[in-house]
């Protein structure tokens, strides 16, 4: 049944962004204390986005008269490195977009659904362009001229 699919999909994003999004919160955290605000913000600010789709994806799984489940998610790391994390959260959007148009193409006859999935798509790869332009940066400036910008 195609609403099987699509609830399925939208669960596996209901389940990793829901990590991914904690995760971003942890990094926000983690950064502030390193006094890196711009950094602290910016995944602070991430985290409420990513669970506003959470919620969006919640609401569908539940108007397709699907059963949203709380299902465990294997440990992420944390980093201290804020360059590290940068490369670390690229990957991420890397391989989660790649993941989410195979879901995107599986709700292509359900419009509503769709436009969800597309409008997430969108944020996503703001994201990894994001993560590019930080990491081209910090190669053309330097590490440490970047860390003095995230202050």
């Known amino acids: 049944m195609a609403n099987d699919r699509i609830i399925e999909g939208l669960q596996l ?9 904690l995760g971003h919160k942890i990094q926000a955290k983690v950064f502030a204390g390193q006094g890196f605000s711009k950094l602290a913000d910016k995944y602070a600010e991430h985290y409420d986005e990513e669970m506003s789709y ?3 994806c919640i609401d569908r799984i539940l ?5 949203v489940e709380n299902q465990a998610k294997p440990a992420h790391p944390v980093h201290t490195d804020p360059v590290e994390w940068v490369k670390h959260d690229l990957q991420v959007s890397i391989d989660g977009l790649a993941a989410l ?3 995107i193409d ?3 006859d359900d419009l509503t659904t769709y436009d969800l999935l597309k409008d997430y798509y969108k944020d996503e790869e703001e994201d990894l362009y994001w993560g590019q332009a930080q990491l081209d940066l910090i190669e053309r400036i330097g590490v440490q001229n970047w860390l003095v910008h995230q202050l």
Not at 13 to 21: E, G, K, P
Not at 63 to 67: R, S
Request: net charge positive; hydrophobic share 40%; glycine share 14%.
């Open 13 to 21: 994003i209901v389940t990793n962004l829901s990590q991914q999004a």
């Open 63 to 67: 108007d397709l008269g699907g059963i």
């Open 101 to 103: 148009k195979q879901i």
């Open 106 to 108: 599986g709700a292509k």
């Open 54 to 56: 959470v919620d969006r």
